[in-house]
């Protein structure tokens, strides 16, 4: 891995430009802005374990890239000795995050190629899947910008606009989930304010989704996690939107922890509560919430912030990265073909089915 240069201009966390995985270090922001780059699978591998980059389409879209830079270093004869080692390299990269359900999905659309085009030279092989990790990479952003077209209805002009964790930019490829639909509703020139929780214990509302909106200069306030029920029964809030990790057939949702807390205070507060997620997010294999796996991430994410320490030493410590939001508390789940509401079970198979 070394430090590069690259232009800024556009929230992109992701580069894959002359065979280099370019990345925004996503645990430096918002006081460093630090672009490395990438070369091999078990380095991307890596960033994506770390944290370099996270977010269930920015996983995903990763995923798909460092699939290939392991796909180019394969050296074998036949097309199915290539297969046999590539599957290998996705397996590594498909144990990095359990949770987002858009690390496998794009890994399986890799393979899924791969495997389709075995009558191909391994030549022909590598060239494929590195047109199709392109392909992931730039359906991601245009499957954004969709989906905020779908869900900027959703918004009313002045709506105030309580978020959790970071689905913007930073999150996918580019305009992000969440944000994505924050930032069409400013595009269509409704005043739009966004409070941001700060989303402990790794900060991504404070550190990332303010530092996101504030370069586009969307008004945001941050908050911490326990404010946001005072602030809805004081009136101050008109809605919540949050991305996904993984929704399940029934429309459980699995997203950062803290979101359960969230939807339930919005459900006693009559509070709208939408999902902007895309279909690759719909996971139709599990049939509801509990079958979701809930990465559990290391007790120094809790006990120190970087290298302060917050709690006494030796303290027992639970680090559940996610939670699973009942679909009964889901107002509508936001999608790149349309906005799902109802019979969940039902809308989610016929959007996927739109895939």
């Known amino acids: 891995m070394s430090t590069c240069p690259i232009d800024t201009s556009v929230i992109r966390?992701?580069?894959?430009?002359?065979?280099?995985?370019?990345?925004?270090?996503?645990r430096?922001?918002?006081?460093?802005?630090?672009?490395?780059?990438?070369?091999?699978?078990?380095?991307?591998?890596?960033?994506?374990?770390?944290?370099?980059?996270?977010?269930?389409?920015?996983?995903?879209?990763?995923?798909?890239?460092?699939?290939?830079?392991?796909?180019?270093?394969?050296?074998?004869e036949t097309s199915h000795d290539f297969?046999?080692?590539?599957?290998?390299?996705?397996?590594?990269?498909?144990?990095?995050?359990?949770?987002?359900?858009?690390?496998?999905?794009?890994?399986?659309?890799?393979?899924?190629?791969?495997?389709?085009?075995?009558?191909?030279?391994?030549?022909?092989?590598?060239?494929?899947l590195e047109y199709e990790a392109l392909a992931i990479?730039?359906?991601?952003?245009?499957?954004?910008?969709?989906?905020?077209?779908?869900?900027?209805?959703?918004?009313?002009?002045?709506?105030?606009?309580?978020?959790?964790?970071?689905?913007?930019?930073?999150?996918?490829?580019?305009?992000?989930?969440?944000?994505?639909?924050?930032?069409?509703?400013?595009?269509?020139?409704?005043?739009?304010?966004?409070?941001?929780d700060e989303t402990r214990p790794f900060?991504?509302?404070?550190?990332?989704?303010?530092?996101?909106?504030?370069?586009?200069?969307?008004?945001?306030?941050?908050?911490?996690?326990?404010?946001?029920?005072?602030l809805m029964s004081q009136g101050e809030i008109d809605c919540v939107i949050v991305g996904a990790d993984r929704i399940a057939a029934n429309g459980d949702v699995a997203n950062k922890i803290g979101t359960y807390m969230v939807a339930v205070l919005a459900k006693a507060h009559k509070i709208p509560f939408y999902v902007a997620a895309p279909i690759s997010t719909i996971d139709l294999s599990v049939k509801d919430g509990s079958e979701i796996p809930i990465e559990e991430r290391s007790d120094r994410e809790i006990t120190h912030i970087k290298d302060v320490q917050l709690a006494p030493e030796g303290i027992k410590v639970r680090n559940p990265a996610f939670d699973v939001t009942p679909h009964d508390l889901v107002t509508a789940i936001i999608t790149e073909k349309g906005v799902v509401q109802g019979d969940y079970r039902a809308e989610l198979q016929k959007i996927v089915a739109q895939r």
Request: aromatic share 8%.
């Open 83 to 128: 297969y046999s080692q590539f599957e290998a390299v996705c397996d590594v990269l498909a144990a990095t995050r359990p949770t987002a359900v858009n690390l496998c999905w794009a890994l399986e659309r890799m393979k899924h190629f791969a495997y389709s085009n075995l009558d191909r030279s391994v030549v022909e092989l590598k060239i494929g």
């Open 137 to 196: 990479t730039q359906e991601d952003e245009i499957c954004n910008q969709k989906m905020g077209q779908y869900g900027e209805p959703l918004l009313a002009d002045g709506a105030r606009v309580l978020t959790h964790c970071n689905a913007g930019a930073l999150a996918t490829a580019a305009y992000g989930t969440a944000l994505g639909v924050i930032r069409a509703a400013v595009a269509a020139g409704k005043k739009i304010s966004v409070i941001a």
């Open 13 to 26: 966390p992701i580069r894959f430009v002359a065979g280099c995985c370019q990345m925004l270090d996503q």
């Open 203 to 230: 900060l991504q509302g404070a550190r990332l989704t303010a530092w996101e909106l504030m370069k586009d200069k969307i008004p945001v306030t941050l908050i911490c996690d326990n404010m946001a029920g005072y």
């Open 28 to 76: 430096l922001l918002p006081v460093e802005e630090v672009w490395h780059a990438y070369t091999t699978y078990e380095e991307v591998a890596e960033a994506i374990s770390t944290m370099v980059v996270r977010g269930a389409p920015a996983i995903g879209v990763a995923a798909a890239i460092g699939a290939w830079f392991g796909a180019r270093d394969i050296e074998a």
